[in-house]
């Protein structure tokens, strides 16, 4: 089985082509990302606008290039699969559209694939993890806990109730006049800087709640910046440091709880393994603090390859090759509209096009 994967819906221009044939491992044939970080970093963040026009420039030559590195022909793929949701919707127009028009050109099945279904199953490409285990995703976007059941078969138990992760640390960077992406750079501030010198908040911590939050952490880095303003190298070192303890301490109260709740739920799990994907899954304190954690409660800790847990075409060609063989792959997905918000424990089994 091969699929032609299409990621487009945010800041990423991908494609890929992943293969699984009989019982052997899956196989990444090729897997093309063009960031697009340099058109938006003077802005500090992601411009829709420009990241949609980008996409549109960019696609159709990342498709073939994903195809000749693969050195399969649009003829050997069993079927297309494309990011349909959520995400930036200009984006995830450019790339289901594509992805439509090479099905029906090609008389190919067109798959259409939930992001954070890719995010899900990706340990199953990298790791081969069987069901049930749990998932840390934590990115730009989406800070969430979602018990991975089955394909198709998701069950959030935590989101944010205000900032996702990726953000906090990203709008942290720029209050301390560190460049865009700000995660990389507060981690690289923090490694010189005494994380015992600010007492932030963590938020929820202890909370009987399951949800994150870290807007109330980011204020707090704002008045300690204000209060000490002009900042010295040392002061940003200081604060990224503190900051960055504080969020790892609230991460794993959070991810604490959920591996307690993993347990009593799933008893019969006898390989617990948590699974981390996202951006912010790169950052060295944060995977410390989840590794130790897990080794106490006996969790397995798999954090697949930095390229595969930011987006990425793979994880989504993965997803359509799992549905394929699920028999869930969908129907009327020719049909199917992008959707900018589309929670992962609503999709639907089989995916159906809307009808709209
Ligand atoms: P989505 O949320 O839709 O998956 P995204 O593009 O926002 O998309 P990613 O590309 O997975 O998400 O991750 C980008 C985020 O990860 C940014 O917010 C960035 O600051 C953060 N990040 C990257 N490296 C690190 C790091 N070392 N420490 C902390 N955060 C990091
Ligand atoms: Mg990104
Ligand atoms: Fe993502």
């Known amino acids: 089985m091969r699929v032609l994967g299409i990621e ?38 992601v411009v829709p606008e420009i990241a949609a026009r980008a ?13 000749a590195d693969s050195a399969v022909s649009l003829d ?10 959520p995400g930036l919707v200009g984006g995830l127009i450019v790339g289901l559209m594509t992805a439509k028009a090479i099905a029906a050109a090609a008389n190919k099945p067109l798959i259409a694939i939930n992001h954070l279904e890719g995010h899900a199953l990706t340990a199953r490409l990298t790791d081969g993890l069987e069901f049930p285990y749990l998932l840390l995703l934590v990115s730009g976007g989406h800070t969430q806990i979602v018990a991975v059941r089955g394909v198709g078969d998701y069950q959030r138990w935590a989101t944010t109730i205000d900032d996702a992760l990726g ?4 709008k942290t960077a720029k209050m301390l006049g560190l460049p865009y992406p700000g995660g990389p750079n507060v ?7 005494d994380a015992r010198r600010f007492a932030f908040p963590r938020p929820m ?3 009987a709640q399951p949800d994150f939050s870290f807007s109330g952490l980011k204020t707090a880095v704002r008045q300690a910046a204000t209060a000490i303003a002009p900042l010295s190298d040392q002061d940003v070192a200081d604060i990224c440091a503190s900051f960055q303890a504080a969020v790892a301490d609230a991460l794993g109260d959070r991810v604490g709880r959920a591996l307690a709740r993993f347990r009593q739920e799933f008893p019969d799990q ?38 595969l847990c930011t987006d990425n075409a793979a994880m989504i ?24 918000r589309w929670p992962l424990d609503s999709v639907s089994t089989p995916l159906v096009g809307s009808g709209r």
């Open 8 to 45: 487009t819906s945010c800041d990423e221009t991908a494609a890929s082509v992943v293969a699984l044939e009989g019982i052997a491992a899956p196989e990444i044939l090729s897997n093309i990302v063009l960031s697009q970080i340099e058109e938006h970093a003077a802005f500090g963040g």
């Open 55 to 67: 996409h549109v420039e960019a696609l159709d030559g990342i498709v073939e290039a994903a195809l």
């Open 76 to 85: 050997e793929i069993d079927a297309i699969a494309a990011t349909a949701g």
């Open 167 to 170: 953000e906090a640390f990203d």
């Open 187 to 193: 981690e690289k501030a923090a490694a010189s800087g």
């Open 205 to 207: 911590k202890g909370s």
């Open 270 to 307: 006898a390989k617990p393994a948590l699974v981390v994907a996202g951006g912010v899954a790169a950052n060295r304190r944060i995977k410390a603090t989840l590794e130790a954690l897990c080794s106490q409660a006996g969790f397995a800790f798999v954090a697949p390859p930095q390229k």
């Open 317 to 340: 060609a993965w997803a359509g090759i799992e549905r394929l063989r699920a028999g869930i792959a969908g129907e009327n997905t020719a049909d199917f509209v992008p959707r900018s």
